[in-house]
């Protein structure tokens, strides 16, 4: 039984997160799952879209359901996938909004075609748990992560909220934390595994994103840690990026490597640079990846 | 037309209840929602005040907070409530009523989304590069991320062109119909 499912990158995927997309794709490639991109899809909207009008947001999610729906109807899918989770928010809240009958005829009238929106839509993390199993995963581990402490770190809203979501425990998310001991990675407790980041908010008010994501910088290196480990974009740039900014703002002087999971499973799998792109990290990870080369007598 | 300050507006209590199809009575002041919100240190009001406002019917107050521009979505006051309140989405809604009476108390929060929602609207996909310029156009804020720049561009991080989508037409639709509705 092979998986097939509908993929969305979301934007960010073209640019601050090409690193997150190219090792997605490469390593759902190497578990033989295929990724078949939604063709011409658009942008979600994402915050921006739903602070300023739900309809408008639920519309320009609706194109990219409505293209899926074709796609399902060529071909049997398991599913829509995303590695985002601003876009998964977005793409699942539409389609639990959709089953009001009044909404979703004002949707179907502004996208201007009719809408089925009744695939699975989940998190790639969330596939490669539920639907692929984390076994198969450790299967293709040929240089475990050993030695390598992290902590994982979730953000908000892949499992928040609860009713919409339908993913994981959202005070206390395990999903990350066991992909990365399976990865052969020493996963550190961490308190702040679901705390806000600040999103958004980086470009408009950066004393916010400095003191929230100071601190989960602040908790990632008292923990112990020596890496960050994330399944969201804007956490990615806000901790990454935005670290140099963060150390200025409050006199601090971190130099976290923040990976995304799909880059250290690339890793853990023996796949090479064009596949993991270390480089596109802002804060480089050389250091720590030769230092656990060492540590483990293996080379990373 | 917006009430004054401290007069109590039964049709601003109807509208939020119908826009975000919450039952605001429910609100019973516990705090849980203030006491997870990540952002309460930068509000005006924290988050439980903004829902008493509500329900009090001040709408100049709430509407005019800085709070409502800088809610992050984080979904934490919506997971926690004990009495199961969308507490985001009331203020998701804030947002709208807000901007619908063109109160924008946080400017550059206003002028970021408006930027990112005319480069989806132009592209079909946003445009990293182009929407920095039209938010500091916007808000003549030049030194936004300036220091950030040399870094994306040497990542290959900031697209210097655009990724439209082919099917443009479709999404100028969208927004069109949309507009047509919302009048």
């Not at chain 1, 490469?26 to 991109?37: D, H, Y």
């Not at chain 1, 790639?124 to 770190?153: H, I, R, S, T």
């Not at chain 2, 004990?82 to 109160?103: F, T």
């Not at chain 2, 445009?127 to 040399?150: I, Q």
Request: charged residues 25%; glycine residues 8%.
């Amino acid at each position: 039984m092979s998986l097939c499912y509908a993929y969305y990158p979301g934007c960010s995927g073209l640019g601050t997160s090409l690193e997150y997309d190219t090792s997605t794709r490469a390593l759902c490639e190497s578990l033989g799952i295929e990724l078949v991109e939604i063709p011409d899809w658009n942008c979600c909207g994402s915050t921006p879209a739903h602070a300023v009008d739900h309809l408008l947001s639920a519309c320009l999610v609706g194109r990219n359901l409505g293209i899926a729906d074709d796609m399902a109807e060529e071909r049997k899918l398991d599913g829509i996938l995303t590695p985002c989770p601003s876009c998964l928010k977005n793409l699942k809240t539409t389609q639990h909004r959709l089953a009001d009958p009044e909404f979703h005829r004002k949707v179907e009238l502004v996208v201007g075609r009719t809408l089925t929106a009744d695939l699975p839509i989940k998190s790639v993390l969330q596939m490669l748990v539920e639907d692929l199993g984390l076994e198969a995963l450790a299967k293709l581990v040929q240089k475990p992560l050993a030695g390598l402490k992290v902590v994982p770190y979730y953000g908000c809203i892949m499992i928040r909220p609860p009713q919409i979501m339908q993913f994981d425990d959202p005070e206390n998310p395990m999903a990350l934390d066991n992909l990365l001991a399976e990865l052969g990675a020493e996963v550190l407790p961490f308190a702040l595994k679901t705390d806000c980041c600040g999103a958004s908010l980086g470009t408009t008010r950066k004393d916010v994103i400095a003191k929230l994501s100071g601190r989960i910088l602040d908790a990632a290196e008292e923990a112990g840690a020596d890496a960050i480990v994330t399944a969201c974009p804007l956490c990615q740039l806000n901790l990454d990026m935005r670290q140099s900014q963060i150390n200025k703002a409050n006199h601090s002087g971190h130099n976290m490597p923040v990976f995304y999971y799909t880059q250290l499973a690339g890793l853990a799998a023996g796949q090479g640079e064009t596949s993991t792109m270390m480089d596109k990290l802002c804060v480089s990870p050389r250091p720590l990846l030769a230092s656990l080369a060492g540590r483990t007598g293996e080379g990373a | 037309m917006s009430s004054s300050p401290k007069t109590f507006d039964s049709e601003f209590i109807a509208e939020v209840q119908r826009e975000s199809e919450q039952n605001l009575a429910l609100c019973y002041q516990c705090g849980n929602c203030t006491a997870g919100c990540p952002v309460s240190f930068a509000y005006d009001y924290p988050v439980n005040q903004i829902m008493r406002l509500v329900q009090a019917g001040r709408k100049q107050e709430a509407l005019s907070s800085h709070a409502i521009w800088l809610c992050a979505s984080c979904e934490t006051c919506t997971t926690r409530c004990p009495n199961d309140i969308d507490v985001a989405r009331i203020m998701d809604v804030l947002r709208h009523m807000a901007r619908r009476e063109d109160i924008v108390s946080e400017k550059a929060v206003g002028a970021f989304w408006k930027a990112f929602l005319e480069s989806v609207e132009k592209h079909g996909r946003v445009f990293e590069l182009g929407l920095m310029a039209n938010y500091v156009s916007k808000t003549g804020r030049m030194f936004t991320d300036v220091d950030l720049a040399p870094m994306a561009l040497r990542k290959g991080k900031l697209g210097l062109r655009a990724h439209d989508i082919k099917k443009l037409a479709e999404i100028r639709g969208i927004f069109d119909r949309y507009r047509e509705q919302k009048q």
